[in-house]
Structure formats: structure tokens, C-alpha cells
């Protein structure tokens, strides 16, 4: 984990344990726009098994096996009594290993996400399902070599995304979701040496965990 991101996941806990303290109204949850940042837990597999790469036009692009690793999600959204929607950037940075090579990739995704909640406004917690879809690019550094250069690879592609959690109204104003989601992810297109789109598509099915705290106004 890079310092940026260990740092933004040091004061996103800290957020949250600030905001853990109960309040002693009756924490009815608002509406309204929210802003929120949070952390996740990021599992990526599928077609990256470490022994698959792409090939074409007089380039290789490695396709690592990637570990699990943690990052940052930033979030701004709408909320109403029954549900709520938003748009979220995620980030977060691997290892991996590819033919016997260590190498480290990074994974961001920009989605937008419908959420339905279960229980009425009057619970302070309330479980949710959620839906989205997600824009995603997946960067292995030092991942395109066509034998003489190398460069990174970037794979771009979508996910549809599937789970959801519970949001616990902790302040008038404050709230903290658990979620968890299944992603089925599509890479279509790759930047390297040489970029284009895929003859076939790449899948990186996963899941993302995270817990985010959200400032409502």
C-alpha cells in the first residue's frame, strides 16, 4: 500500500471511530445529498491467474494473479426514505505475481449504485440492496513489452454489480454503511505498446467490502 492511500485509510478509521460515539437524539435518518469516504477490501480473480496474458499486434500484456488488498472509496449521492443512489470512485493498489515475476497493479472503478432500503425511516439501522454498474480500468505496472520497450498495461472495461448492507444512523446528520458486493467485471479494450480492443473479452470477477461514513445535508 502506497503512503497516499495508507494515509486516506488511516483518517477514514479515524472518521469512523470519531463518529461511533452515539448521539442522544433519536437518530433519525435524513434526506437529502451526502458526500462520504470510506474503505474497502478488494478481491480480484477470474481471467488474472497469473499465467494468462494478451497478445496481438506485436505485443504482450501480462495478465497477473492479484492479491487482496485494501483502498479508498470516495462517494456523493442522493438519499430519500426509501432508498438512496450515488456515484463512487474506488481505488486500491495490489501486489502480484505473473510467469515468476512480482508486479503491482492498480484498480479503480467509477460507478453508480441504487440502493433500496428494507426497513422504514424511523430504524437508526437499516439493512439495504444494492445495484450498480461500474466503469473500471485495471493498470499492471510494467505489465506491456513488445521485446524491446516496456510499458504499463491498462485494462478498460464495465461491471455489473450486485449486494448489499446495513446503513446505521449514528448522528442527525452522520451515517456509516457496512456493504458488501459481487462484481462480474468485462475488460474489452487494453493500453500498452500497442492498444486496442480485445478479440475476447477478460473477466476479473471479485468481490469489494467496504465501510464508509457519510455526511448528509
Known amino acids: 500500500m502506497s503512503p497516499?492511500?495508507?494515509?486516506?485509510?488511516?483518517?477514514c478509521i479515524a472518521l469512523m471511530l470519531i463518529f461511533l460515539i452515539p448521539d442522544t437524539g433519536e437518530g433519525q435518518i435524513n434526506e437529502g445529498f451526502y458526500v462520504g469516504v470510506g474503505v474497502t477490501h478488494v478481491e480480484i480473480g477470474g481471467d488474472f491467474d497469473?499465467?494468462?496474458?494478451?497478445?496481438?499486434?506485436?505485443?504482450?500484456?501480462?495478465?497477473?494473479?492479484i492479491e487482496d488488498a485494501q483502498g479508498i472509496k470516495f462517494i456523493v449521492g442522493f438519499k430519500s426514505y426509501i432508498g438512496s443512489f450515488d456515484f463512487n470512485y474506488n481505488r486500491s493498489e495490489h501486489d502480484g505475481e505473473w510467469d515468476g515475476?512480482?508486479?503491482?497493479?492498480?484498480?479503480?472503478?467509477?460507478?453508480?449504485?441504487?440502493n433500496a432500503y428494507l426497513l422504514s425511516e424511523s430504524n437508526s439501522v437499516r439493512p439495504?440492496?444494492?445495484?450498480?454498474?461500474g466503469l473500471?480500468?485495471?493498470?499492471?505496472?510494467?505489465?506491456?513489452?513488445?521485446?524491446?520497450?516496456?510499458?504499463d498495461a491498462t485494462f478498460e472495461g464495465?461491471?455489473?454489480?450486485?449486494?448489499g448492507g446495513l446503513e446505521v444512523s449514528l448522528h442527525?446528520?452522520?451515517?456509516?454503511?457496512v456493504m458488501g458486493l459481487y462484481r462480474w467485471e468485462e475488460y474489452d479494450y487494453v493500453e500498452g505498446i500497442v492498444e486496442g480492443d480485445l478479440p475476447d473479452e477478460i473477466d476479473s470477477n471479485g468481490a469489494t467490502y467496504s465501510v464508509a461514513v457519510k455526511f448528509i445535508f
Open 50 to 65: 497469473g499465467e494468462n496474458f494478451v497478445a496481438g499486434g506485436g505485443s504482450v500484456e501480462a495478465m497477473p494473479e
Open 101 to 114: 515475476l512480482d508486479m503491482s497493479i492498480v484498480f479503480e472503478t467509477y460507478n453508480f449504485d441504487l
Open 136 to 151: 473500471n480500468r485495471l493498470t499492471v505496472e510494467d505489465g506491456s513489452t513488445d521485446g524491446f520497450f516496456v510499458t
Open 4 to 11: 497516499i492511500i495508507n494515509y486516506m485509510y488511516r483518517i
Open 158 to 163: 464495465y461491471a455489473l454489480r450486485v449486494g
Open 128 to 133: 439495504f440492496l444494492a445495484i450498480g454498474f
Open 172 to 177: 442527525d446528520q452522520v451515517s456509516i454503511d
